[in-house]
């Protein structure tokens, strides 16, 4: 059986499939552009069950594309918290502000349009093309290529550009008139709860299982073939949390770079000792009485992990140069990242 002919298959119990198996998620109660570009957004690099709050809760505070292009960043980077790859907010309110001017506030209906928005790849672009606009753009992200190199037993390297553009144009040429926005979302479904990234796949209940190439000689395993991982370089860093008077110091980090614009708690690069700590929060002006605590924590970014070494000090003075945060404020006012939220003292009891 050709690949080609495979794909037709799929396509053929897909819509069946999707209709009795699709999850019920609140991105999928309508096919609102401004809703299907968020969750789309949002589920980059990041689980469905932890985007599910995520996305009712910026949508209750953004309602639409005119209050985000309006939205003041730091309420975005605060809606964000915890979702990483912060970059993506700042990419949303960018492309709302140029659907606003250059397109009058309505989101554009062409691939290209939207391709050509801040933020939005050629996943992202064919994704909300399909799924808003029943336009047969397929939306190729690392699910539906699992299940589409398993199903053809597709030995390519996948990270190479030119098989996914491949994989993209085979499967465009195969849509239907009607129900594009469904086939894309049953593929890309299928790949995340049949035909899963980690483990086995659940071929007993997969569509496909009848003419599954891979599931046939048992080869699941080869596919999709990878090439190399580059690996991760690890960075040493030591974080102090200074506290005085009920509030931490805060700063803000440089407009460029890894968690550009977001607050921190202040931070050196490399490994301190418990008095090195203190003779620096002490030429910082702020009088350390002492540490009280020390911990270790592991953060992985994409291309860098980062081992932190954090002291906890108490401090006799709340000197210039922070903005002195109390638990309020922390909770409510400063988008902290992760990286360094998980040093809340009444965060870190519960974060590894
Ligand atoms: S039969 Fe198995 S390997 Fe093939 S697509 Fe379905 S879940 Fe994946």
Redesign the pocket.
């Known amino acids: 059986m050709e690949a080609t002919e495979r794909y037709a298959a799929l396509f053929r119990v897909l819509p069946g499939w999707f209709e009795a198996n699709m999850r019920d998620l609140p991105w999928r109660r309508d096919r609102e552009p401004y809703h299907v570009w968020l969750s789309e957004i949002m589920l980059q690099q990041t689980r469905v069950e932890a985007v599910k709050a995520y996305y009712v809760r910026f949508l209750a505070a953004v309602p639409d594309i005119p209050a985000l292009a309006a939205a003041d960043p730091e309420l975005l980077h605060k809606l964000w918290e915890g979702l990483g790859y912060y970059s993506r907010v700042r990419n949303l309110q960018k492309a709302a502000q140029t659907v606003m001017t250059d397109h009058g506030g309505v989101f554009p209906r062409s691939w290209e349009a939207v391709r050509a928005l801040p933020g939005i790849g050629d996943y992202t672009a064919g994704a909300i093309c399909s799924i808003c606009y029943d336009a047969p753009t397929p939306a190729v992200d690392g699910n539906v290529i699992?299940?589409l190199t398993?199903?053809t037993a597709d030995g390519r390297c996948t990270d190479e550009p030119c098989v996914k553009r491949d994989l993209r144009q085979r499967l465009a040429g195969l849509y239907p008139a009607a129900g594009a926005g469904s086939l894309t979302q049953a593929l890309m479904e299928?790949g995340a709860t049949?035909?899963v990234p980690n483990g086995e796949?659940?071929?007993v209940t997969?569509?496909?299982?009848g003419f599954?190439a891979?599931?046939a000689a048992g080869t699941?395993r080869s596919y999709p073939v990878r090439s190399e991982k580059r690996s991760r370089r690890t960075e040493d860093l030591t974080v102090l949390v200074l506290e005085c008077e009920g509030a931490l110091a805060l700063r803000k980090r440089g407009a460029a770079g890894l968690l550009a614009g977001l607050w921190e708690f202040p931070n050196v690069p490399g490994y301190l000792e418990a008095q090195q700590a203190l003779d620096l929060a002490a030429s910082w002006g702020l009088r350390p009485r002492g540490v009280e605590k020390m911990l270790a924590r592991t953060h992985v970014f994409t291309h860098v992990q980062w081992q932190m070494r954090c002291f906890y000090i108490s401090c006799a003075v709340q000197a210039a140069g922070f903005v002195w945060a109390d638990s309020a404020a922390l909770e409510e006012g400063c988008a902290l990242p992760t990286a360094f939220r998980m040093f809340r003292p009444e965060g870190e009891k519960t974060s590894g």
């Open positions: 699992r299940v398993r199903l299928l049949v035909c796949p659940r071929c997969c569509p496909a299982a599954c891979a599931h699941w």
